[in-house]
C-alpha cells in the first residue's frame, strides 16, 4: 500500500474494511465521520503491543470499528449491512480512485 493511500477492502466479516498507513489521512477520514455525518465515538481505547482498538464511530443505528496495527495502519470496519453501505459509499465519494485507493 503506497502512504498516503486510502484502500477498500472487503475484511474476513465479509463488511467492507477502509484502510490507510497514513495517520493524516485517517484524521482526515475522522474528521469527515464526525464533522459532516454527525458521528460521535462509544467505548474506550485498548492499546495493545502492535495494534490499538480505537472507540467505535456512532451515528444511530449505524457503527464502524477504528483502529491501528502494525500490518495495515489505521482501519474502519463496518460492523452490518447498514454500515457497509455507508462505508462503501463514503470511499466512493471522498477516497477517488478507479484502482480502490486516493
Not at 474476513?12 to 474494511?17: C, R, V
Not at 455525518?37 to 472507540?55: E, M, Y
Amino acid at each position: 500500500m503506497r502512504i498516503g493511500r486510502v484502500v477498500l477492502e472487503t475484511a474476513a466479516n465479509g463488511f467492507a474494511w477502509v484502510m490507510t498507513e497514513s495517520g493524516g489521512r485517517y484524521l482526515w477520514l475522522a474528521s469527515l465521520l464526525r464533522l459532516r455525518h454527525g458521528f460521535g465515538r462509544s467505548g474506550s481505547a485498548v492499546v495493545g503491543p502492535d495494534q490499538t482498538l480505537f472507540p467505535d464511530f456512532v451515528r444511530g443505528d449505524l457503527r464502524l470499528h477504528a483502529g491501528r496495527d502494525s500490518w495495515v495502519g489505521y482501519h474502519l470496519l463496518a460492523t452490518d449491512l447498514a454500515s457497509d453501505g455507508f462505508l462503501r459509499d463514503l470511499f466512493a465519494k471522498h477516497c477517488r480512485n478507479a484502482k480502490g485507493g486516493a
